[in-house]
């Protein structure tokens, strides 16, 4: 029987394998943290923190790497901050959230699967309000689902062929940066902004030091085809089990 003493273990595996495709792991975290924690407000601010220090790696990395590419970048970026921050004010009960949080996550897993398992990865550029307009309506998400968005973005990026998968984590990271502060101040301004400062610190090494290497094998050595299709799986399973246990009471 698992306790919360295995959690920083358990963040660590899911850092790695999310920053290796420019992921936070929010979806995660909330999913894992709703079987041992019972405030709900703190579980979507752990998140957050996580969140962010997670793709600051990823970020940071990116930039050195010379992938991250401001001028294709800025359009998604502008119009999901003032709508993440929205919706990280509204006030969703818990069964809603997850149950949204879970039919995203399953929908995003499924697109990211078709994309990794075509043959060919072509690209081609968006126009400008196509990129405002996904931008915005990802981070309004984001906001409402208290992660950082990248999860749902990423994945139809790649079915749309929008870039190649490299670029897209890049974006994902950055994306989920931005969107992930943008909804830890709505949560302030909200009051609903609650840690627990005996369990952050543990937590936030563990997703550090996951999410270093994980950054670290994304931008150097691995196949991200190999590593897009094992995160796929990880989502759907995780989208499944919030659907299942918080809409019909089976737990998987």
């Given at each position: 029987?698992?306790t919360?003493?295995?959690?920083?273990?358990?963040?660590?595996?899911?850092?790695?394998?999310?920053?290796?495709?420019?992921?936070?792991?929010?979806?995660?975290?909330?999913?894992?943290?709703s079987l041992?924690?019972?405030?709900?407000y703190?579980?979507?601010?752990?998140a957050?923190?996580?969140n962010?220090c997670v793709?600051t790696?990823g970020?940071?990395i990116?930039?050195?790497?010379?992938?991250?590419d401001?001028?294709?970048?800025?359009p998604?970026?502008?119009?999901?901050?003032?709508l993440?921050?929205?919706?990280?004010q509204?006030?969703?009960s818990?069964?809603?959230?997850?149950?949204i949080?879970?039919?995203?996550?399953?929908?995003s897993?499924?697109?990211?699967?078709l994309?990794?398992?075509?043959?060919?990865?072509?690209?081609?550029?968006?126009?400008?309000?196509?990129?405002l307009?996904?931008?915005?309506?990802v981070?309004?998400l984001?906001?409402?689902?208290?992660?950082?968005?990248g999860?749902?973005?990423?994945?139809?990026?790649n079915l749309?062929?929008?870039?190649?998968?490299?670029?897209?984590a890049a974006?994902?990271s950055?994306?989920?940066?931005?969107?992930?502060?943008?909804?830890?101040?709505?949560l302030?301004v909200?009051?609903?902004?609650?840690?627990?400062?005996?369990?952050?610190?543990?937590?936030?090494?563990?997703?550090?030091?996951?999410g270093?290497?994980?950054?670290?094998?994304?931008?150097?050595?691995f196949?991200l085809?190999?590593l897009?299709g094992?995160t796929a799986?990880?989502?759907?399973y995780?989208?499944l089990?919030?659907?299942?246990?918080?809409?019909?009471?089976?737990?998987?």
């Amino acid at each position: 029987m698992l306790t919360i003493e295995y959690l920083p273990l358990i963040f660590f595996i899911i850092a790695l394998f999310y920053s290796s495709v420019g992921f936070g792991g929010g979806s995660s975290y909330l999913a894992i943290m709703s079987l041992f924690l019972t405030d709900f407000y703190e579980i979507r601010s752990t998140a957050l923190i996580l969140n962010i220090c997670v793709v600051t790696i990823g970020t940071i990395i990116f930039m050195r790497n010379k992938v991250f590419d401001f001028k294709l970048f800025w359009p998604f970026l502008v119009s999901s901050i003032p709508l993440a921050y929205l919706g990280a004010q509204l006030k969703l009960s818990q069964q809603a959230f997850f149950l949204i949080l879970g039919g995203a996550l399953i929908l995003s897993g499924v697109a990211m699967m078709l994309r990794y398992l075509q043959a060919k990865l072509e690209s081609h550029e968006f126009s400008l309000i196509k990129k405002l307009s996904l931008g915005g309506s990802v981070g309004l998400l984001a906001g409402v689902s208290g992660i950082g968005g990248g999860i749902f973005l990423s994945p139809t990026l790649n079915l749309l062929n929008w870039a190649n998968p490299r670029t897209v984590a890049a974006l994902a990271s950055v994306f989920i940066l931005v969107n992930s502060i943008s909804g830890l101040i709505g949560l302030t301004v909200a009051g609903t902004f609650q840690l627990d400062p005996d369990l952050i610190w543990k937590l936030v090494l563990a997703v550090v030091l996951g999410g270093s290497l994980g950054s670290y094998l994304s931008s150097k050595k691995f196949n991200l085809r190999i590593l897009g299709g094992l995160t796929a799986v990880l989502v759907i399973y995780v989208g499944l089990r919030l659907v299942l246990m918080h809409g019909f009471e089976i737990n998987i």
